[in-house]
């Protein structure tokens, strides 16, 4: 079982460089980053917790920039996003960003990739909110031209261009490891379409077991090896009176192969110690 971190960073946390460092000395085998460009003041989109959006979301950090910092402090550690809302970004640029990252940190980015649930700021960023996955579906397509071409152009409904080229090259082929980060059965669709892995946020266990189930039937039909998808699971739960042993042995009898632990406070003079306990609970 992999245990890895998603670390939800600002200003005032520690260092993203440091915090790599100690996950990669206490054995986590990845780091995650979420995203959030913007937050407007005033928004019709409900938090899905309830209750207004916490501040911390409108002080996230840009994640390639804290993954290349990331990068730059260790030599293992894997380093993904968690997630990259791809609607919300120019896919030519965010194809260089990803190519150059997994280059220069030798072949250790993953993918994480999602729609997002705040429809207001999808919109300002320039996107359709209701059409966010079908946008998110062919920007990927052509970002896997862009990777994987000496010369790509892509003919689409939301981005076209002709024949460019585009270096680096990503080191991982025919390019870094994509994960599914939503529910339902849209997401397990779209991890058989064009997906190396699913990683829903907040699932019991037996909720993966049941998409775990559904995931082998789309890929008998499909014509597509199931053994060839990683299973993840960010923010696990864990059931009363339960510890993290114990949920980690019902996760991978459920079909994961990683769960990834969310950390918040992450204080400059506590961040190490906070690290420290959870690798002692966990990994174990």
Known sequence: MKISMIAFLSEEK???GAIARRCEDLGFEALFFPEHPVIPVSHRTPFPAG??????????????????????????LRIGTGICLVAERNPLLLAKEIATL????????????GGGWLADET??????FRRRWP????????MKEL??????????????FPAVRSYPKPVQKPHPPIFIGAAGERALKNVVAFADGWMPLHHSAEQIAQGVTRLRE??????????????SVSGPKVAKGEGPKEARERYRAAGVHRIILSVHKL???EFEAELEQLAKEWMA
């Open 14 to 16: 520690a260092d993203p």
């Open 51 to 76: 209750g207004p959006i916490p501040e911390f979301y409108s002080h996230m950090p840009d994640p390639f920039v804290l993954l290349s910092l990331a990068a730059a402090n260790t030599t293992r």
């Open 123 to 128: 919109e300002i960023m320039g996107a359709d």
């Open 147 to 160: 990777w994987s071409r000496s010369e790509a152009g892509f003919q689409g409904k939301f981005i076209s």
């Open 102 to 113: 997994d280059r220069y940190s030798g072949g250790r980015f993953i993918f994480g990739v």
């Open 135 to 142: 946008i998110t579906r062919e920007y990927i397509a052509a």
């Open 267 to 269: 204080a400059p003079r």
């Open 218 to 231: 789309l890929c008998s039909e499909a014509g597509r090896r199931f053994e060839d998808l990683e299973i």
